[in-house]
């Protein structure tokens, strides 16, 4: 069963930068409703949507608050709004296609067409359905959603990035005072996208272990749940020990290439082991030397169930990054009716793009007390029996180490 091409990202340097709002807005109630007062043309869409949400009976909550307001439908505050129109504008205005979502001979303005887009990504809703919230076709949705997505994924790849040194030693800082961990340089988890498919022989290798049509998203995580390496494009039917073999990430650090920073010495006056650097994964990846697992013993001792307590304070920032993920752009957790496969992927990458962006940004959606422990149901995660010598005796070495530490 081959994978589909375009499988994994490659990902580029990171950094951010933020622009200054294109257009401010006074706020007042008035029967029920809010009215507003723009400076400038561009956010004349916020208006008309909002008053099309109150009319439909989607008004949000707080309407009377336009910053709030706009957050609840958007996943982000208007300056993020407007620091994203700055990444993809040279292309939404640059070269349209013909005929493309023109009003009175008109083409839409920069910052309508990232709210289409945005909307469509974060409700999920259908494009018929977007389309009537902004006054526009369904064919417009669809042609300026896919324009915003390969803008971004030519504008914003600088927003998921392995991490600098000082950056990583940032990270494992962070991580061992949350968790213990000496040296611990992440958490990876994966979920399942859910799709629709076409009742045909070829889409047979798409089909999940729940039964479902699904492609893979596996991500790497840091301390702050933003997204450090991700892979996707994998059918659901592939176990996530075989897609994380699948991927570069896995290569590089097989061959000492990733990974690879400074050691650290056990505190354990019995021996004077090294500690490497790692990851914590669940119990369906392999257990290796940069890959801690927990023990899944039937009869744990007190030391191993030490350790997986430590471990799971660690790997559980994977498993709510991706619940944080589907619950902002909540196109990822309903079920995408008959998807472009080719194009699916950069649709996840988008996703997870934003979902760096906003805590870039320090504009979180969702606060932690928000975000649920599991990211998708029915699924049941099957032990996967693949154990490394080395990853076995790494794993011993931290069982040892953790007693220094008091009990989470």
């Known amino acids: 069963m081959p994978p589909v091409k375009k499988g994994e990202r490659k990902i580029m340097n990171s950094g951010t930068r933020k622009t200054k709002d294109s257009g401010k807005l006074k706020s007042a109630k008035s029967d029920g409703t809010m009215a507003a007062e723009l400076r400038g043309p561009d956010w004349e869409w916020w208006c008309t949507f909002l008053d099309r949400q109150a009319k439909s009976g989607e008004g ?85 959603t896919w324009r915003f997505i390969q803008s971004m994924e030519r504008n914003a790849r600088h927003h998921l990035v392995w991490p600098n040194r000082a950056r990583m030693e940032e990270i494992k800082s962070n991580l061992e005072a949350l968790s213990g961990l000496p040296n611990c340089c992440g958490a990876i988890d994966a979920t399942h996208i859910v799709m629709t498919l076409p009742n045909a022989k070829s889409s047979e290798d798409w089909r999940d272990p729940a039964q479902k049509y699904s492609m893979l998203l596996q991500g790497i995580f840091d301390d702050e749940m933003r997204f450090i390496n991700i892979v996707t494009g994998y059918p659901g039917s592939l176990p996530f020990e075989k897609m994380l073999e699948f991927s570069q990430f896995y290569e590089l650090c097989q061959a000492g290439k990733c990974l690879d920073g400074p050691v650290r010495g056990s505190s354990c006056k019995e021996d004077a082991a090294e500690i490497r650097e790692f990851i914590v994964g669940d119990k369906c990846y392999p257990l290796l030397p940069w890959l801690m697992t927990p023990y899944e013993e039937e009869d744990p001792s007190a030391p191993m169930v030490n350790f997986n307590d430590h471990q799971k304070a660690a790997r559980m920032l994977g498993t709510r990054a991706l619940a944080k993920l589907k619950g902002c752009w909540r196109i990822l957790d309903k079920v995408i009716w008959r998807p472009d496969k080719n194009k699916l992927p950069s649709l996840i990458l988008v996703c997870c793009l934003l979902h760096n962006i906003l805590i870039d940004c320090k504009d979180d959606f969702l606060s932690d007390d928000e975000i649920p422990d599991r990211h998708e149901t029915g699924y049941n995660r099957v032990n996967c029996e693949g154990v490394d010598p080395d990853g076995e005796e790494m794993r011993e070495i931290l069982t040892r180490y953790l007693p220094t530490y008091e009990a989470i």
């Open 60 to 144: 949000a909550p707080h309407s009377d608050q336009q910053e709030e307001a706009f957050r609840h439908f958007f996943r982000m505050s208007k300056s993020t709004f407007a620091y994203i129109c700055s990444i993809v504008r040279k292309d939404l205005i640059s070269l349209p296609p013909p005929g493309l979502i023109t009003i009175e001979g008109r083409l839409l303005r920069v910052e309508k067409q990232v709210a289409i887009a945005i909307w469509r990504l974060a409700s999920g809703d259908s494009q018929m359905s977007v389309g009537a919230a902004f006054g526009v076709g369904q064919s417009t949705v669809s042609q300026v």
